[in-house]
């Protein structure tokens, strides 16, 4: 069974960081991407930012220069280090990966966190 763990969530001031954590485990054969999306009360759930294999990563234009994402391949971790939050940068925020997984054949499938909170005050 593959598991995202989350970590990183709390609540912070304006123009505070954060860094959030997510580490996959389980019958994982490989990632295709992996990253963060986000949902605001009464909002849809948007891309935060994500890591593709073999392409550059990918930021939603509200947080570019912001955020900051990375993979620790070693770990199968993804990072988002986020940096002078704003109060509309409050969400649940949600670890997503693509992967081939499962055994005997790998499957290629998509696999979301439970979500960990984050709470910007102005």
């Known amino acids: 069974q593959v598991r995202l763990m989350e970590s990183g969530g709390g609540l912070v001031e304006f123009g505070g960081s954060l860094r959030l954590s997510c580490a996959a485990s389980?019958?994982?054969?490989?990632?295709?991407?992996m990253g963060w999306y986000r949902q605001a009360p009464g909002s849809q759930r948007e891309l935060v930012a994500v890591?593709?294999?073999?392409?550059?990563?990918i930021y939603a234009d509200s947080v570019k220069g912001r955020f900051a994402i990375s993979m620790d391949n070693a770990e199968n971790t993804v990072n988002l280090q986020m940096n002078n939050l704003k109060p509309q940068d409050t969400a649940v925020y949600y670890c997503?990966?693509?992967?081939?997984?499962?055994?005997?054949?790998?499957?290629?499938?998509?696999?979301w966190g439970r979500g960990t909170q984050v709470t910007v005050s102005p």
């Open positions: 890591i593709i294999r073999g392409g550059s990563p």
């Open positions: 389980g019958s994982i054969f490989s990632i295709d991407r």
């Open positions: 997503n990966l693509e992967a081939l997984t499962g055994q005997p054949v790998a499957v290629m499938t998509g696999y």
